[in-house]
């Protein structure tokens, strides 16, 4: 199930298909130069340190499945399966805040693997 504005529905695949096709330089189009991430390891690291950290190891990843997202004009939760090079793949849960047409803020919540 997709709901929302579609915009903010079309801002969501694209940095989803920025980490299938490889492309960080779309993916830094989208987000904002003061964007933040938060995930179980991470509380409000800055945009530099995500591309550090969060961006190698999308190289394991070959395709997301969004299976439900949710947006408005600020806000939006993603509910995905991610399938890997190796390995049974995952399935997580991400909330994004946006501003200004670009993504702010992205909150991850791990899931479980896949079997």
Known sequence: MQSGPEDRLALIRRYYQAYENDDRPAI????RPDF??????????DR???FERCWPPHAHITSFTLLDVCA???DALVRYRASEVT???????????FADGLISHVEVY?????K
Do not use: K
């Open 87 to 97: 390995g049974p793949g995952f399935a997580n849960v991400e909330r994004f805040e």
């Open 72 to 74: 408005d004009a600020s």
């Open 28 to 31: 830094e189009q989208l987000l």
């Open 110 to 114: 791990f899931g479980r693997s896949l």
């Open 48 to 50: 530099a340190t995500y």
């Open 36 to 45: 933040t991430f938060t995930s179980p390891d991470d509380d409000r690291i």
